[in-house]
């Protein structure tokens, strides 16, 4: 209560200080004006009887407001400085009390350290599991599998050969180690099963509810199932895949093949 009050007070007295030190700068700039203007009319009240009838009444009526201004400027300024005060001094307790009372209630509400250190202290230690070891990129069995269609049976380095400068018999010749060699690494590391075991050519019936991902169907598709059609392809599933754990990292993981240097 006390901490409030006094800043009410500091707050009050810190708005009427500023505010008295612009008045008073504001109070000397307007009696410096009224006083230059005094100056330029008084000379034309003086020897006033050259000027035209319509002139020297203008003049008298400039001098009539200038003594007004002049008799009623401290009022004016110091009575409307202070009503600018007070608004400025009531918005500034308004908005103090209201930031006060909400960081009062967010203290409040934020529970101290030290209200229930004995509950902490008898509640054991949980034994904390070990971290789980940091799962493999989804690219990693992909680079592998790669690698060992590379090693195994050089495709990387067929499917990006230029095959425009060479006759198809010495493709075909090339082709056939290649065949080889991909089957090899695919047999001994994935295991693949058709998915109908039916001969290609022969006529099928799709039932229904049949899975659209091992079934694709093309031609004529009109209506619900059953579908009856031909089957151009039998399709292939994975049964079993088994590649070499690897310790390379994530960026090591993306070498397919390394570049091979022969020391001279």
């Known amino acids: 209560m006390k901490a409030k009050r006094g800043w009410t ?17 504001v109070f000397y700039a307007a009696g410096q004006v009224l006083s230059e203007m005094h100056r330029w009319v008084n000379p034309f009240l003086v020897s006033g009887t050259g000027l035209p009838e319509n002139a020297q009444s203008a003049f008298a009526n400039m001098n009539r407001l200038l003594s007004g201004l002049d008799k009623y400027l401290a009022p004016a300024v110091f009575g409307g400085g202070g009503i600018i005060t007070l608004l400025l001094w009531l918005t500034i307790m308004f908005r103090g009390r209201r930031l006060a009372d909400r960081a009062a209630g967010e203290a409040s509400s934020t529970p101290s350290p030290k209200s229930a250190p004995d509950k902490a202290k008898s509640k054991p230690k949980a034994v904390q599991a070990p971290p789980p070891e940091p799962a493999s990129p989804p690219f990693q069995s992909a680079v592998q599998m790669l690698s060992i269609l590379q090693r195994e049976g050089r495709l990387i380095d067929f499917l990006q050969e230029d095959l425009s400068a060479y006759e198809d018999s010495q493709i075909g010749a090339a082709v056939r180690s290649i065949h080889q060699g991909c089957k090899d690494a695919l047999t001994g590391h994935v295991e693949l099963k058709p998915i109908y075991q039916e001969a290609e050519g022969v006529s099928i019936t799709v039932p229904p509810g049949f899975d659209s991902r091992a079934v694709r169907l093309t031609g004529n598709v009109t209506g619900n199932p059953p579908f009856k059609g031909v089957l151009r392809h039998r399709g292939w599933r994975v049964a079993r895949i088994e590649l070499p754990k690897t310790t390379a990292g994530p960026k090591e993981d993306l070498i397919v093949a390394p570049a091979e240097v022969e020391v001279e």
């Open 9 to 25: 007070v500091l707050s009050f007295f810190t708005c009427f200080l500023w505010n008295l030190v612009l008045l008073g700068a």
